[in-house]
């Protein structure tokens, strides 16, 4: 009987330390042509961040999105980042203008684009245009 307990008690706690990792937020990627056009020719779901680590607004945004992606419906999100300092093509493909950018797609489609928002409210809108 003992025994039957601890193995119950040793799995709900796996299950308890599993479960963050399903809905791993910090799996965004950095963003690569191949990988991008693998994602939406699968018709994934995706983020392009345009970012810089120097940027106050980009930092803000990061911990809003973290959260945003952790509830179940964003789970299949794919975050990818684009380095505003060292992929200045990317940045032009995107037509961006300055960090903080935030793009949606959804496959091929851009469903929807903010700059500098660190609005949580208006950042999840924009996450849903790509679900």
Do not use: Y
């Not at 799995?11 to 191949?34: N, S």
């Not at 990988?35 to 345009?50: H, N, S």
Request: aromatic content about 6%; hydrophobic content about 50%.
């Amino acid at each position: 009987m003992i025994l039957r307990r601890s193995l119950i008690a040793i799995a709900l706690v796996t299950i308890a330390l599993a479960a963050p990792a399903a809905f791993a937020a910090d799996d965004i990627r950095p963003f690569t042509t191949a990988d991008f056009a693998a994602a939406q020719k699968a018709g994934k779901p995706i983020l392009v961040e345009i970012h810089a680590d120097w940027c106050p607004t980009c930092k803000a945004q990061a911990p809003i999105i973290s959260d945003l992606r952790k509830q179940a419906r964003f789970k299949d999100l794919m975050v990818m980042r684009v380095d505003f300092d060292g992929q200045k093509d990317a940045v032009k493909r995107f037509g961006a203008r300055t960090q903080s950018t935030l793009i949606t797609f959804k496959g091929s489609l851009e469903t929807g684009r903010s700059v500098g928002d660190t609005n949580s409210a208006s950042i999840e809108t924009l996450l849903a245009k790509a679900i």
